[in-house]
C-alpha cells in the first residue's frame, strides 16, 4: 500500500530534553528580573516565536522553561523532507501510464523522495514525523506547516501561485498560472493555450489534495486545533484549514474512514488516486489575459486566473443574475483571503475583471 510521511530533524526529539546546569552558582543576592515575569507574559513570547525547533531548545533552558514550552498553543514545523514508500512499478499500468506520466511532474516532494527498504533505520525515522513532534506540545491551537520545497513541476518560464482552503474536502481554490515575458501564445500548446491552462489547474488541484492527505493524522490528534496551514518555503501554494473546515472535517469520521480505507483496498491502482483526497467535482471559472502589464514594468504571458469551487455551489438566481452573483462570489472570495501579495496580488486584481468562461471537472 502506497503511503507518504513528512520527516522532521532528529533534533526536535522530546526524548532528550535537558536542563542545562552551570558549574558556577549566582551569588545568593543575585537579582534575576526575568523570573517576575508572570507566565502569561511567557507564553505569549513563546508563541511569538512559533518555531519548534527554537521552541525545543528553549526546553533546556531552565525548568521553568521546560514546563512552559508544551504550553506554546501558536506552532511552526518546518519540514525538512517529505518520504514516500511508492514503487515506479505503476508506471505499467494499461491506459494509466500517460497520467502516471503526467502526475509524477506535479508531486515532486512525495514522488521524488523514495523511502529505502523497511529496516529498523525506518522505525528511528518515524519517531520524528510531525505527529510525534506534536504530542510534545497540549494545546496546538494555531499549526503552520512549511515543506521544504514547491510540488510542481512546470515547463521553462511558467510558474504558479495557488491558494485553497479544505474542510473535508476541496472548499475552494484560487489558481494565478503565468509565463515569464518572452513566451507567446503559440508556445502554451494547442487550442490558444486553454489545454496547458487546465493542465495548470488540474496540476494545482492535485498539488493541494495531496497537502490535505498528508495532515489527515495532525488534524485527528490535535483535538484544539482550530488553524492548519500547509505551505512551503518557494511560496508556490497554500492550503488552509479553519476552525469551521477541521470541524467538518471531523464531523465525518465515519464517512472519512470509509473512504480511506476504499482508497487503501485499490491496491490496483495508480498511487495518486491512493495518496490524496478526492477532489469532488468542481466549476473552474477561468479568466484569461494574453499580455498582462503590471504597475512595476513586468509583463505576464499568458496570464491566467481560476476560481474554483465545488459543484454543489449554487445560487438561488438564474440567468444574467446568476452570473453577476458568481462574479460577486469570485471578487469576494479573492478579496477576503488576501489570496496573493504583491505583484501577484496586482495580477489578481486586474485579471478577476476581466470576461470568464466556465468549465466543470468531473470528481478525480
Known amino acids: 500500500m502506497a503511503s507518504s510521511m513528512l520527516a522532521v530533524d532528529p533534533a526536535l526529539s522530546f526524548r532528550s530534553t535537558t536542563t542545562l546546569s552551570f558549574t558556577q552558582s549566582p551569588p545568593e543576592n543575585a537579582f534575576d528580573g526575568f523570573d517576575l515575569l508572570p507566565d502569561p507574559i511567557i507564553l505569549t513570547i513563546l508563541n511569538n516565536i512559533s518555531d519548534i525547533k527554537t521552541l525545543i531548545r528553549c526546553r533546556t533552558v531552565s525548568r521553568r522553561f521546560n514546563s512552559l514550552v508544551p504550553q506554546s498553543d501558536s506552532l511552526l514545523l518546518r519540514v525538512d523532507r517529505v518520504i514516500s514508500s511508492l514503487d515506479s512499478d505503476d508506471e505499467g499500468d494499461g491506459d494509466a501510464s500517460s497520467v502516471i506520466g503526467f502526475i509524477k511532474s506535479i508531486v515532486k516532494s512525495i514522488q521524488d523522495l523514495i523511502s529505502p527498504p523497511r529496516s529498523s533505520s525506518d522505525s528511528h525515522q518515524s519517531q520524528y514525523s510531525p505527529e510525534m513532534i506534536l504530542r510534545g506540545f497540549e494545546r496546538v491551537r494555531d499549526l503552520e506547516i512549511e515543506l521544504p520545497t514547491g510540488d510542481l513541476w512546470l515547463e521553462k518560464r511558467a510558474a504558479i501561485k495557488w491558494k485553497a482552503e479544505f474542510g473535508k474536502t476541496l472548499r475552494s481554490c484560487v489558481i494565478l498560472g503565468f509565463r515569464c515575458s ?4 503559440s508556445d502554451l500548446g494547442g487550442g490558444g493555450g486553454l489545454k496547458t491552462r487546465v493542465v495548470w489547474t488540474i496540476s494545482a488541484l492535485i498539488a493541494a489534495s495531496a497537502r490535505h492527505y498528508m495532515v489527515k493524522e495532525i488534524v485527528k490528534e490535535n483535538v484544539h486545533l482550530t488553524k492548519l496551514t500547509v505551505n512551503d518555503r518557494e511560496d508556490e501554494g497554500s492550503v488552509i484549514m479553519n476552525e469551521s473546515g477541521i470541524k467538518e472535517y471531523r464531523e465525518d469520521k465515519v464517512e472519512n474512514q470509509d473512504e480511506e480505507e476504499g482508497q487503501n483496498g485499490n ?19 477561468m479568466r484569461h489575459e494574453a499580455k498582462l502589464e503590471l504597475s512595476n514594468g513586468v509583463t505576464m504571458e499568458g496570464a491566467t486566473l481560476v476560481v474554483v469551487r465545488p459543484t454543489g455551489y449554487s445560487t438561488s438566481v438564474s440567468g444574467e443574475e446568476e452570473a453577476h452573483e458568481e462574479q460577486r462570489w469570485d471578487e469576494g472570495l479573492v478579496a ?15 485579471l478577476i475583471k476581466r470576461r470568464s468562461y ?7
Do not use: C, H, Q
Request: glycine content about 16%.
Open 182 to 185: 518572452g513566451v507567446g501564445e
Open 267 to 285: 491496491l490496483n491502482g495508480v498511487w495518486w488516486r491512493s495518496n490524496r483526497t478526492r477532489v469532488p467535482a468542481v466549476w473552474m471559472r
Open 336 to 350: 477576503a483571503g488576501g489570496v496573493f501579495d504583491g505583484v501577484y496580488g496586482e495580477a489578481v486584481a486586474k
Open 358 to 364: 466556465l468549465l466543470e471537472i468531473n470528481s478525480f
